[in-house]
Every structure is written in C-alpha cells, then in structure tokens.
C-alpha cells in the first residue's frame, strides 16, 4: 500500500501537505512526492519528524484503522487539535502535516532545517 501513498494538500491550508509515513522497527519511510519516499532511522531523522512524532504518540490516541485500510483513512483527523500536526491512523501508518519547503529539504532540496 504505501509506495502508492502520495502527500495531498491540506483542506485549510494550502501551504501545507498531509504528508504518509510509516513506521516499522527503528525504520520511517515518509512520502515525500508521488513514487518518491525517504527513509530515515532514529538517528538520522530529522527533528521537525521527531517533534510531530513525538506529539502525536504522547497523545496515546487510538488509531481508527488498520494497516490494510483505505487510504482516504490515512488522510483523514479526527482530532482537531492534530490539524496542523498530524496524527496517527494505524499501527504503523502516520499521517504527518508539513509546510512545503520541509517536503524540499526532505526531497533533497531547500535550506530547511529538517
């Protein structure tokens, strides 16, 4: 499922991203743009990744999916306060909200410091 993941512009704010992530083991892939996706561990992940995770898992929330759902589900909060963060829909799926000049950076390009 997530090589077919893609980020999608966020509904209220076009100058963020609702941006796919997977986590498994000490491994996140996030979708950087369609069919392009990156791949960090815990050491080389790069912050602002670590503080929306680190947000979002401190909430404790119950994910409303599991691994093998649609992906409309994967897109969608529930959680207001989450709106502009992320949240996360499954066990190993995150669903993350990034301005597009970190989604550069994580492409390879930009002078964010992601």
């Not at 512009?9 to 743009?33: E, F, Q």
């Not at 119950?62 to 499954?90: A, C, Q």
């Amino acid at each position: 499922m997530f090589r077919n993941l893609t980020p999608v512009v966020h509904p209220k704010n076009y100058a963020l991203l609702r941006v796919p992530l997977r986590k498994v083991g000490w491994n996140y892939t996030i979708s950087v743009a369609d069919g392009f996706t990156r791949t960090f561990n815990e050491n080389t992940l790069p912050d602002v990744i670590k503080t929306k995770m680190a947000m979002i898992l401190a909430r404790g929330d119950k994910f409303k999916m599991d691994n093998h759902s649609d992906r409309l589900s994967l897109y969608t909060n529930t959680i207001p306060e989450l709106d502009e963060i992320g949240w996360r829909s499954s066990e190993t799926y995150f669903c993350l909200v990034l301005d597009r000049l970190t989604i550069d950076s994580l492409k390879g390009g930009g002078q964010n410091n992601a």
